[in-house]
């Protein structure tokens, strides 16, 4: 069974750059797209982007200027990095597998970890 | 991005009732429609997909129905481990786009 689990810093200042890394365990990470979503405190769930196995990426419109996604299969993980935070991007990040086919949806998910962007 | 617009937004119901959440799409999306359920603390986890579709390992008490633009969720008889957010997901394009969210409560 597929588990992922997030990894990174819980506080990082603004302007700075978020890091986090998702690691695959239960399964190869080859063959799927990985995505990132996160959810402000008390508020919704926003999509980030994904990365497939062999690299290619897609973000969201809305963070892309800012949003760089890798993937490294030597070590079954996945990364995200978003530059310039501001406290706006303060919410908890999950990392998932985005199952393609007739249709898609997101499973399974990590547990997610908080982000706090503060000085 | 297609708008998600999920009514109610909150809920108050009772161990037994038998609730529906509605969710709307701001343009066609044929059948591309998930349903997630979150508890607070945790991640979502997928309830169905494919707009009617359940998830291996889900209750059954959980259904799914609609296409197009007009969608819903039924519970037939709200157990006490219900009692969480759910949320619309639309798989139609890129980004994809989630409901607000819907907040069962225990009246």
């Known amino acids: 069974q597929v588990q992922l689990q997030e990894s990174g810093p819980g506080l990082v200042k603004p302007s700075e750059t978020l890091s986090l890394t998702c690691t695959v365990s239960?399964?190869?990470?080859?063959?799927?797209?990985w995505t990132w979503i996160r959810q402000p405190p008390g508020k919704g769930l926003e999509w980030i982007g994904y990365?497939?196995?062999?690299?290619?990426?897609n973000y969201n419109p809305s963070l892309k200027s800012r949003v760089a996604m890798s993937v490294d299969t030597s070590k079954n993980h996945f990364s995200l990095k978003l530059t310039s935070v501001t406290a706006a991007d303060t919410a908890v990040y999950f990392c998932a597998r985005w199952l393609q086919g007739a249709y898609t949806w997101f499973d399974p998910w990590g547990q997610g970890t908080l982000v706090t962007v503060s000085s | 991005d297609i708008q998600m617009t999920q009514s109610p937004s909150s809920l108050s119901a009772s161990v037994g009732d038998r609730v529906t959440i509605t969710c709307r799409a701001s343009q066609s999306i044929s059948y591309y429609l998930n349903w997630y359920q979150q508890k607070p603390g945790k991640a979502p986890n997928v309830l169905i997909y494919a707009a009617s579709s359940l998830q291996s390992g889900v209750p059954s008490r959980f259904s799914g129905s609609g296409s197009g633009t007009d969608f819903t969720l039924t519970i037939s008889s709200l157990q006490p481990e219900d009692f969480a957010t759910y949320y619309c997901?639309?798989?139609?394009?890129?980004?994809?786009?989630f409901g607000q969210g819907t907040k069962l409560e225990i009246k």
């Open positions: 997901q639309e798989s139609y394009s890129t980004p994809p786009t």
């Open positions: 239960g399964g190869s990470i080859t063959t799927y797209y």
């Open positions: 990365v497939y196995y062999t690299g290619s990426t």
